[in-house]
């Protein structure tokens, strides 16, 4: 598989993105199921795998530390803290907190679950706008001056903060959702990450499975499936924003890949800084994932996706207005 560079480490351009087997769009998979997928990924040569203390409320990283610790020299591992579940007495529920002690709580608990002594790309999860990022950071640069982090990442954040965190401490990726149908980073944290040599890490490359072309039925989505909030899934805009796969099944055929092929090759051209993550409980979808890394798109496929897919044509927003605020990421 091509390779693309974040920081120091070399990784597979379609790397795995872990969520999904342990959280977010409905029941996962069996343990059993969650580990024959992770090592296959491995090998099948992707060298990255990315997790986070909130997936699962520490389930995710969990799994990834218990089947992938025999293996930790194969890959590159990220995983994100500032984010996490926090006990109350009506359950757990999900809080960003940026303040310094909680990420080095956040860390020591995420190395314990991983099973391991580092963690190659430590991510704020989502920056706590009670708190300057510089603080937030700086914490983060202790534990790379420590030993339990290699490298630091953002995610959902905007170029100015971007840059901001990068004067503390430097910056190897920024994680945000970008796709055919997400293409807020285009404004400026895409050309910013590659005027500061960072990587930019595309989660949701697949558009949460609309790009695969499969989904076709919004309301069989489980109770417990976070896309039933998220307003591009409402049943009439998911029925306006079907129409537009017309158009790009015809694209793929020509091409000579499918649609989610399509999706992945059309991001990976977007740059050579970039890294998608599409995630995936199915050994069938991953082998057609990394089945991208081979595809070519034509210009004229690109620039007809493009155009057929984007901010203007979509219908519906990416998050609902509370989550909205709890983004830093420009907005069209």
Known sequence: ????????????????????LSHAYGAPPAPEAAERLL????????????????????VNETLVGRVMKPHRSKFTLASKGGMTGVTFPDGIKRVIDGRPESIRRDCEASLKRLQTDVIDLYYLHRWDKKIPIEDSVGAMSDLVRQ???R??????????TLLKAHAVHPISAVQTEYSLWTR????????TCKNIGAAFVAFSPTARGYLTGTLRDVSTFDAKDIRRGM??????????????????????DETGC????????????????????????????LDENLGADAVALSPSVL????????????TGSRYNAATQTEIGTEEF
């Not at 598989?1 to 999904?20: D, E, H, T, W, Y």
């Not at 296959?40 to 699962?56: E, K, N, Q, S, W």
């Open 1 to 20: 598989m091509k390779q693309r560079q974040i920081g120091s480490f070399q990784v597979s351009a379609l790397s795995l993105g872990c969520m999904n």
């Open 258 to 285: 499918t649609m989610v092929q399509l999706a992945l090759a059309w991001l990976l051209a977007q740059g050579d800084h970039i890294v998608p993550i599409p995630g995936t409980t199915s050994l069938a979808h």
């Open 151 to 160: 490298t630091l990442g953002l995610s959902e954040v905007s170029a100015a």
């Open 303 to 314: 620039q007809r996706a493009s155009a057929l897919i984007n901010q203007r044509t979509v």
């Open 184 to 191: 807020n980073p285009e404004i400026a944290v895409l050309q």
């Open 231 to 252: 307003p591009r899934f409402e049943p009439a805009n998911y029925a306006a924003n079907l129409k537009l796969l017309d158009g790009l099944k015809p694209l793929a």
């Open 39 to 58: 090592l296959y990924a491995l090998d099948r040569g992707v060298t990255m795998f990315d997790t986070a203390a909130l997936y699962g409320f520490g």
């Open 147 to 149: 030993g339990k982090v």
